[in-house]
Nanobody, 126 residues
């Protein structure tokens, strides 16, 4: 079965760090992978995107300089390193995969992403 399994969420204090992981199984490690997040009462927003075949990673302005995205092709695992966490970063974080092929930069909106994980909760206390 096709599955995207996130892990690594939890509760931290402000300025703390977490590293999220997303293991892909049952499908090729697709061209574009991404992290999105959704806070209560808000729309799902893109956090970071990366091409599995090389190319530029895209980081949202709201987390630039604090978050980084990376991947291990051999392990079919996507990572999100989150440093200097703020209360406004609290959300459910989702891993997503797009089956479409993109030449350079991966899309930052949810529409092109076909497969989603169930999400992992991140809580940041002040």
């Amino acid at each position: 079965a096709v599955r995207l399994a996130e892990s690594g969420g939890g509760s931290v204090e402000t300025d703390g760090s977490l590293r999220l992981s997303c293991v892909v199984s049952g499908t090729p490690f697709s061209n574009c992978m991404a992290w999105f997040r959704q806070a209560p009462g808000k729309e799902r927003e893109g956090v970071a995107q990366i091409r599995t075949t090389g190319g530029t990673a895209v980081i949202a302005d709201s987390v630039k300089g604090r978050f980084s995205i990376s991947l291990d092709n051999a392990k079919k695992t996507l990572y999100l390193q989150m440093n200097d966490l703020k209360p406004e970063d609290a959300a459910i974080y989702y891993c997503a995969l797009s089956r479409f092929t993109y030449e350079n930069i991966c899309p930052t909106t949810t529409g092109p992403y076909n497969l989603w994980g169930q999400g992992t909760q991140v809580t940041v206390s002040s």
